[in-house]
């Protein structure tokens, strides 16, 4: 920053804060935080040859990055970003399985308030007319709904922002 407050990087690291400071526009002196979380993880002289190698342009985006996985590994430090991606592409597929579900069960029943026609009922209208009776059976747990048991699965990420 050269004249006034001295970068949080360069605060943290007790050193005179230059003009042409690399760390100065991307950790300002009122968050060190953010600074002090990527240094703990990646190492000041990592982030600043990574700054360096890139265009000015995308340095912003690549701290940004940098402050996210600094985040992600304090939480989580053997998965980190990963562990946060595993479990939300597993509750897609969870929220995937619960709809197609909902979906056979609307159509269930709309088959079943349709007034009956003469026509001969096809093999895969009473197979899937059989089903539909037995659609009720099914146990809640196997389709991932939360159960009166208390035997939810917990969030692992505790529903925290990874940017804090």
């Known amino acids: ?8 990087s360069c ?3 007790r050193r005179r804060c230059a003009k042409d400071c690399i760390f100065a526009p991307y950790f300002p002196s009122d ?5 002090a979380m990527v240094h703990k993880v990646f190492g000041a002289s990592n982030v600043s040859k990574m700054l360096q190698e890139l265009p ?3 340095r912003a985006d690549a701290v940004s990055s940098l402050v996210y ?5 304090v939480r989580d430090p053997v998965y980190g970003c990963v ?3 595993s479990y939300l592409q597993n509750q897609v597929s969870q929220l995937q399985m619960q709809l197609a579900m909902a979906q056979a069960e609307i159509l269930c029943i709309q088959m079943q308030q349709e007034p009956a026609l003469p026509t001969q009922i096809d093999q895969d209208e009473k197979s899937l ?4 009776n037995n659609f009720n ?3 809640p747990q196997y389709l991932g709904y939360a159960s009166s048991s208390g035997n939810a699965i917990q969030d692992p990420l505790k529903r925290e922002s990874l940017w804090t």
Request: proline letters at 6%; a positive charge; glycine letters at 8%.
């Open 11 to 13: 605060k943290l690291l």
């Open 137 to 139: 059976n099914i146990n």
């Open 69 to 73: 996985e600094a985040n992600a590994r």
């Open 1 to 8: 920053m050269g004249g006034s407050s001295p970068c949080a």
């Open 31 to 35: 968050d060190p935080q953010k600074f």
């Open 83 to 85: 562990g946060a991606i």
């Open 56 to 58: 000015v342009h995308q």
């Open 129 to 132: 007319l059989l089903s539909c």
